[in-house]
T-cell receptor
C-alpha cells in the first residue's frame, strides 16, 4: 500500500526544545517537500529535496533543519530558533520531472 | 515571490447547488493543480491541468486551465455534504528544473443539507 506517512499525528513540546517530525514515503519519488500551514493561510514551503543528500531552503527555512540520507525519508527538525513553531506541518513528495505533489496526513505541533 | 489570488475565500451553499471558484496569478504557470483538504488531514489531489485552455473533469468536478496561463477555475456540480472542505489551487512552473508549487490560500466550502 503505497503512500506517505507522517508521525506523530499530534506533538506537544515545551518552548526551547528541538523536535523532529518524521516523513516516510514508499512511492519511489525522488523529490520531497516540507510545508507549514497556519489557519487561513496557504501552504508555505520550508525545505525541499530533489535527490538524496541534497536539499534547498524554501520561503520560510529560518529555525528549521532537514536531512535526506535516504530516498524514502525526509525528517524535519523544528529548532528552538523558530519563533512561532505551533502549526500544522505537511510533507509531500513528487516524481522527478512532475509538478504533482502528493501529501502525507500532517503533524500538528503545539509548543507550550 | 509569485502569489496566487484564490476566490472566494469561503462560501456557504445548499446541497444540490453548483459551485465555482477560481485562482489568478500575476505570473504564468505551466501546470495548474486543484487539491481538497479535509479538517486535520493532508491535501488530496483532485485534478491536474497541463495545457492552456485544457478542460478536465473528475466526476462532478471540472477544472479549466486559463488561456492566458495566469488563471484556473474549478466547478463542482450538484454539491453533496461530503464536498465540505478547503479547496486549494496550486500553480507549477517547471522552468529551469524547479518543480516547486505556489499555493492559493484556499476556498472554504460549507454545504447546508
Amino acid at each position: 500500500d503505497g503512500g506517505i506517512t507522517q508521525s506523530p499525528k499530534y506533538l506537544f513540546r515545551k518552548e526551547g526544545q528541538n523536535v523532529t517530525l518524521s516523513c516516510e514515503q514508499n512511492l519511489n519519488h525522488d523529490a520531497m517537500y516540507w510545508y507549514r500551514q497556519d489557519p487561513g493561510q496557504g501552504l508555505r514551503l520550508i525545505y525541499y529535496s530533489q535527490i538524496v543528500n541534497d536539499f534547498q531552503k524554501g520561503d520560510i527555512a529560518e529555525g528549521y533543519s532537514v536531512s535526506r540520507e535516504k530516498k524514502e525519508s525526509f525528517p524535519l527538525t523544528v529548532t528552538s530558533a523558530q519563533k512561532n513553531p505551533t502549526a500544522f506541518y505537511l510533507c509531500a513528495s513528487s516524481t522527478q520531472g512532475r509538478n504533482e505533489q502528493f501529501f502525507g496526513p500532517g503533524t500538528r505541533l503545539t509548543v507550550l | 515571490g509569485q502569489q496566487l489570488n484564490q476566490s472566494p475565500q469561503s462560501m456557504f451553499i445548499q446541497e444540490g447547488e453548483d459551485v465555482s471558484m477560481n485562482c489568478t496569478s500575476s505570473s504564468i504557470f505551466n501546470t495548474w493543480l486543484w487539491y481538497k483538504q479535509d479538517p486535520g488531514e493532508g491535501p488530496v489531489l483532485l485534478i491536474a491541468l497541463y495545457k492552456a485552455g485544457e478542460l478536465t473533469s473528475n466526476g462532478r468536478l471540472t477544472a479549466q486551465f486559463g488561456i492566458t496561463r495566469k488563471d484556473s477555475f474549478l466547478n463542482i456540480s450538484a454539491s453533496i455534504p461530503s464536498d465540505v472542505g478547503i479547496y486549494f489551487c496550486a500553480g507549477g512552473d517547471s522552468g529551469a528544473g524547479s518543480y516547486q508549487l505556489t499555493f492559493g490560500k484556499g476556498t472554504k466550502l460549507s454545504v447546508i443539507p
